[in-house]
């Protein structure tokens, strides 16, 4: 698969974050990758479970807020990790949270799954940071 039909992944419940990164990622990314996002952690555990063996709908990259509604990012870490092994890519995970709570920071980095914890509002470099190495 080519950099440039690499699919990246939002789950955040907030539509103002939605818009943000859909924008931000128009700018920093010429390839336009395509954009999954989902509202909670549930819509998005039902798309890779429905997906997990078809490469081409499988995100790359995953940007997941903590603390939404329905299925929190918690909640979608334990879930993702019983699922992981039948997923035919590997994921990369970023935690993208308002939290600055170091208790959740240390939590997020007990999963082996995630890449890095970052602290909303993500920037320009942040991102295209995260998308060049998918």
């Not at 039909?5 to 010429?30: A, E, G, S, T």
């Not at 499988?58 to 039948?86: H, K, Q, T």
């Not at 995970?93 to 709570?101: Q, V």
Request: charged share 30%; glycine share 2%.
């Amino acid at each position: 698969m080519t950099k440039n039909n690499r699919k990246l992944c939002l789950v955040d419940d907030d539509v103002i974050h939605q818009f943000i990164i859909k924008k931000l990622i128009q700018r920093v990314d010429n390839e336009k990758k395509d954009l999954l996002v989902f509202s909670n952690g549930e819509e998005a555990i039902r798309h890779l479970k429905s997906s997990y063996n078809d490469i081409e709908q499988l995100p790359d990259l995953i940007l997941l807020d903590l603390n939404m509604p329905v299925m929190d990012g918690w909640e979608f870490l334990d879930e993702y990790n019983s699922i992981a092994p039948l997923l035919k890519k590997k994921i990369k995970i970023y935690i993208l949270s308002s939290s600055k709570n170091p208790e959740d920071i240390k939590k997020a980095m007990t999963y082996t799954k995630i890449s890095e914890y970052i602290t909303k509002p993500i920037n320009e470099t942040q991102l295209s940071s995260i998308i060049e190495e998918i």
